[in-house]
């Protein structure tokens, strides 16, 4: 297990890492979309931050509405990137074609939820993705995303 430096400090890695952000269903709608769960940042003011605030990565974010995009990105950076920080969105629960496109490729995927996924719906219990990825943060916002970061970098550093 990996143990984080407490209090949390932002790290700085040791080399340059190469982090793609990947987003599935209807986070396109962050901002809109059911704040009271989400919040009001869209993720595109988010990732800018991010960018700023981590400018020794390598950040690069996409989103799709659509499965088979979600794969082959996937496919696209999961040879030649540190990480990957993937919000699934609906997927999660669905997806055998994600999870075999993880399963596949070597860089790998830390799964993030902005939203607590067990005090939600039944349904939403159940991650099909969970068991191909190194982990998962979920229920703190956009800083799950943030954290996965410092997990990359932390690992980096080590």
Do not use: W
Request: glycine share 8%; hydrophobic share 35%; aromatic share 10%.
């Amino acid at each position: 297990m990996l143990n984080f430096a407490f209090p949390f400090r932002h790290q700085k890695p040791d080399r340059k890492l190469k982090i793609a952000i990947i987003n599935g269903p209807n986070l396109n709608l962050l901002g809109k979309r059911e704040p009271e769960i989400y919040g009001s940042s869209t993720f595109e003011d988010f990732f800018e931050k991010l960018k700023t605030r981590y400018p020794d990565l390598t950040l690069s974010y996409y989103q799709s509405n659509v499965e088979g995009e979600l794969v082959n990105r996937l496919h696209e950076v999961g040879f030649d990137h540190d990480g990957i920080l993937m919000n699934a969105g609906a997927y999660t629960h669905t997806s055998v074609a994600l999870s075999d496109a993880i399963a596949g490729i070597k860089t790998p995927v830390l799964e993030i939820h902005i939203s607590n996924i067990y005090k939600r719906e039944e349904f939403r219990h159940k991650s099909i993705i969970s068991k191909e990825c190194v982990g998962m943060i979920a229920g703190l916002g956009l800083l799950g995303y943030e954290l996965g970061l410092q997990y990359f970098i932390q690992i980096e550093n080590r």
